[in-house]
Nanobody, 121 residues
Framework: QVQLVESGGGLVQPGGSLRLSCEASGTILQINEMGWYRQAPGWQRELVAAISSGGNPNYADSVKGRFTISRDNAKNTVYLQMNSLKPEDTAVYYC???????????????WGQGTPVTVSS
């Protein structure tokens, strides 16, 4: 079993900041790409940012220059620093990881339970 546990969501005013964390645990041999997705009510889940095992990030155009993704491979943890938040960033944010496990099946894609982010005055 592999689990992703997210934290750091909440209510913030426009222009404010939040930092999300996601820690992976379980039968992990290696974690390849990790990422953050979000889903607002009535909308499809969309990629916010992803980062390779080597630390190469990519971002959705809507968050470039405002959000920063990073990871600590020793802690199996990925972070999302969100600055200059806008009301349109309001959504449930989900962590995602491509994991190689120590048991079969080896390659699995794992999702966290989601953490809500609300940007409102």
């Amino acid at each position: 079993q592999v689990q992703l546990v997210e934290s750091g969501g909440g209510l913030v005013q426009p222009g404010g900041s939040l930092r999300l964390s996601c820690e992976a645990s379980g039968t992990i041999l290696q974690i390849n790409e990790m990422g953050w997705y979000r889903q607002a009510p009535g909308w499809q889940r969309e990629l916010v940012a992803a980062i390779s095992s080597g630390g190469n990030p990519n971002y959705a155009d809507s968050v470039k220059g405002r959000f920063t993704i990073s990871r600590d491979n020793a802690k199996n943890t990925v972070y999302l620093q969100m600055n200059s938040l806008k009301p349109e960033d309001t959504a449930v944010y989900y962590c995602n990881a491509e994991v190689i496990r120590t048991i079969l099946p080896r390659d699995v894609e794992v999702w966290g339970q989601g953490t809500p982010v609300t940007v409102s005055s």
